[in-house]
């Protein structure tokens, strides 16, 4: 099963944009990686998803490297809202078994 | 947008009672789950639904059960609830086993 390693927690000025890495070394080829977030108190909410090719949509960017074995959300304009625990996945097994480990804790600043 | 509605928002039980906890999402999803969330552990897949009467289980369905009678619903059960079961507990729901999840807001559960 591929896993994922994040940096526990991370600050951001506000305004600035947030980079938030994630590795997945051992993600195979039709496995997608999965951003999602969890703002405290709340249920987690889908950002974005990509296979191999960098996405881009209204809540940010997701670049993935070539060789697929790392990835980083781009928050472009990080606000106070934006404060929350971002989760990176990739699916695993014969069925979407989505697996959240414990995430990056972003806090952005003022 | 789809909605994921879960039936309480806080619950307090006593240790033994048997405990249920509705979900209901109104987007037709054919696929529906119950994760446990713990500080430090993430979100646990419990069980999961891709199917009306359908169910399989997660990594950690030792105490709980689940029903899905009707393709909106999915219910998770624990039949004798403990103290180790206190959590908060998140329904989520996607249309397939591909594409992405939406969750409700959670229900924080304290067994007592």
Known sequence: DAKTTQPTSMDCAEGR?????????TISGNEYVYWYRQIHS????????????????????????????????????????????????????????????????????? | DVKVTQSSRYLVKRTGEKVFLECVQD?????????????GLGL????????????????????????????????????SASTNQTSMYLCASSLTLNTEAFFGQGTRLTVV
């Open chain 1, 17 to 25: 944009a947030a980079n938030l890495p994630c590795n997945h070394s």
């Open chain 1, 42 to 110: 709340q249920g987690p909410q889908y950002i974005i998803h990509g296979l191999k090719n960098n996405e881009t949509n209204e809540m940010a960017s997701l670049i993935i490297t070539e060789d697929r074995k790392s990835s980083t959300l781009i928050l472009p304009h990080a606000t106070l809202r934006d404060t929350a625990v971002y989760y990176c996945i990739v699916r695993v097994g014969s069925y979407d078994k989505v697996i959240f480990g414990p995430g990056t804790s972003l806090s952005v600043i003022p």
């Open chain 2, 27 to 39: 987007m037709d999803h054919e696929n529906m789950f119950w994760y446990r969330q713990d500080p």
């Open chain 2, 44 to 79: 646990r897949l419990i069980y999961f639904s891709y199917d009306v009467k359908m169910k399989e289980k997660g990594d950690i369905p030792e105490g709980y059960s689940v029903s899905r009678e009707k393709k909106e619903r999915f219910s998770l059960i624990l039949e």
